[in-house]
C-alpha cells in the first residue's frame, strides 16, 4: 500500500506562484515504480486530471488549462512528488489531490492511490 500527504496549498493571488508537495509513505518501493499525478476538484465541477509523472521522470502529461504554467517532478529517493503552478488563476481554485499508479489506459486517466487533498484559493 502507499499513503500519499498532500501539502502547501492556500491562498494565491492571480499571476502568483504555488508548489505542491507529495510525500509517499508506507510502499516507498512501489511509489517508486508507478506514474504520479495529480487531480483537482473545483467548486461545483466534476474532478478533473491535472498532471502526472512516469515512474522515471521520463514523461509527463498536463491537462491543455496548465501547460506552460504547471511543471510536475518528483524524486523517488525522498518519495516526493510536486506540482509547480505559475501564472495562477481563479479557474486553478480547487482541492488538489496527489496520486500514485495513475494511467489513462481507458482514455480517462484514473489512480489507485489519493492523498487526502490540499486546497488552493486564488484570488482575483
Known amino acids: 500500500q502507499v499513503q500519499l500527504a498532500e501539502s502547501g496549498g492556500g491562498p494565491v493571488q492571480a499571476g502568483g506562484s504555488l508548489t505542491l508537495s507529495c510525500e509517499a509513505s508506507?510502499?516507498?518501493?512501489?511509489?517508486?515504480?508507478?506514474?504520479a499525478g495529480w487531480f483537482r476538484k473545483a467548486p461545483g465541477k466534476v474532478q478533473e486530471f491535472v498532471a502526472a509523472?512516469?515512474?522515471?521522470?521520463?514523461?509527463?502529461w498536463y491537462v491543455d488549462s496548465v501547460k506552460g504554467r504547471f511543471t510536475i517532478s518528483r524524486d523517488n529517493a525522498k518519495a516526493t512528488v510536486w506540482l509547480q503552478m505559475h501564472n495562477v488563476n481563479p479557474d486553478d481554485t480547487g482541492v488538489y489531490y496527489c496520486v500514485s499508479d495513475t494511467n489513462n489506459d481507458t482514455g480517462t486517466w484514473r489512480a489507485n492511490y489519493w492523498g487526502q487533498g490540499t486546497q488552493v484559493y486564488v484570488s482575483s
Open positions: 508506507g510502499r516507498h518501493d512501489l511509489f517508486g515504480s508507478y506514474a
Open positions: 509523472i512516469s515512474w522515471d521522470s521520463g514523461r509527463s
